[in-house]
């Protein structure tokens, strides 16, 4: 399990609140993944980044930032735009972005107070 | 773009009895199908995974089958045990950046 970390592993966020997640990997690998998770649905894709300095948009990247100044980092802010943030959030790398297994972290929950 | 379906959400066995879990994709370029068990609070893990040009996979007491043809691909687990309780995700991909997950699978292992 060791090799991608996230933290911290609960967080609360006030009104109109940016916040930042924090995912960490010593693997070596190039690509990195931001999901969300909530009850009773799978996992949606974020921002995923194929190499530093470069990510993408997901399937929900509304109200979300990123940045990939590392190869070892890729944190993720959860800014006031994103109206209902409460949700696991699932970090996740892989050697590179071709069909290559994803590894996740233990994740972070995200709670609005 | 690619859509996953997973049936069933919830599936109760008795340990010992086999479990199957079927997906079907909607994306005929689909070629990596990776399947991932989720203990409560923890993160996903990897169990067993196929790609297209292989109809079948064992790994132990777990089996992923696929059929191309059909766009459906199950995930097998023979004499299960409670250990094997968590939530299963089938997932479905061309390449990693637009990998589909279904909605989950709920597996209880009665002792």
């Known amino acids: 399990d060791g090799g991608i970390t996230q933290s911290p592993k609960y967080l609360f966020r006030k009104e109109g609140q940016n916040v930042t997640l924090s995912c960490e990997q010593n693997?070596?690998?190039?690509?990195m993944y931001w999901y969300r998770q909530d009850p009773g649905q799978g996992l949606r894709l974020i921002y995923y980044?194929?190499?530093?300095?470069?990510?993408q948009k997901g399937d929900i990247a509304e109200g979300y930032s990123v940045s990939r100044e590392k190869k070892e980092s890729f944190p993720l802010t959860v800014t006031s735009a994103q109206k209902n943030p409460t949700a696991f959030y699932l970090c996740?790398?892989?050697?590179?972005?071709?069909?290559?297994?994803?590894?996740f972290g233990p994740g972070t929950r995200l709670l609005v107070l | 773009g690619e859509n996953v379906e997973q049936h069933p959400s919830t599936l109760s066995v008795q340990e010992g009895d086999s479990a199957v879990i079927k997906c079907t994709y909607s994306d005929s370029a689909s070629n990596y199908f990776p399947w991932y068990k989720q203990e409560l609070g923890k993160r996903p893990q990897l169990i067993i995974d196929?790609?297209?040009?292989?109809g079948e996979k064992k790994d132990q007491r777990i089996a992923v089958t696929l059929n191309k043809t059909a766009k459906h691909f199950s995930l097998h687990i023979t004499e299960t045990q409670p250990e094997d309780s968590a939530v299963y995700f089938c997932a479905a991909s061309i390449r990693n950046n637009d990998m589909r997950f279904g909605a989950g699978t709920r597996l209880t292992v009665k002792p």
């Open positions: 693997l070596n690998h190039d690509a």
């Open positions: 996740a790398s892989s050697k590179d972005g071709y069909q290559e297994t994803q590894y």
């Open positions: 196929i790609r297209s040009n292989v």
């Open positions: 980044s194929q190499i530093v300095n470069d990510f």
